[in-house]
């Protein structure tokens, strides 16, 4: 069983999803995670299209990589809310991420101990 970083108190009033193992920086996703955490679904899904779209920038940088991956993410744990029944427009998202498997990369002569970004993503919809 995956433990959440987030409970919420009516199992029935939220939804979930868990991503392994994405081929993103675990610190991009953090920062991600902290700007989208505690918004409206809708305000979330807006942020990262504009960051995808490079309309607005956190920090000075775009992270479209991570982005598309948490757009893609969110987009997933909506389609679960709507098959249990949820509102779109209540949902508030809470999102966490952390370090995946490391990954080592084929043996070969200039990529010798290189590793490749793996994060967990962690996201929770809550209907309130």
């Not at 953090?30 to 299209?49: E, H, W, Y």
Request: hydrophobic residues 40%; aromatic residues 8%.
């Amino acid at each position: 069983m995956i433990k959440y970083a987030f409970k919420a108190t009516n199992e029935k009033k939220s939804a979930k999803l868990y991503g392994s193992n994405i081929d993103i920086s675990t610190k991009d996703a953090i920062v991600l995670c902290r700007q989208i955490n505690r918004k409206p679904l809708a305000k979330g899904r807006d942020l990262l299209g504009r960051l995808i779209e490079q309309k607005s920038s956190l920090e000075g940088k775009y992270y479209t990589k991570a982005a598309t991956e948490m757009l893609s993410l969110l987009n997933s744990a909506e389609k679960n809310a709507e098959f249990k029944g949820l509102d779109a427009e209540k949902l508030i998202i809470f999102a966490s991420a952390h370090k995946g498997l490391i990954y080592f990369r084929p043996r070969r002569f200039r990529l010798r101990r290189q590793r490749k970004k793996m994060t967990n993503v962690q996201i929770v919809l809550v209907e309130r």
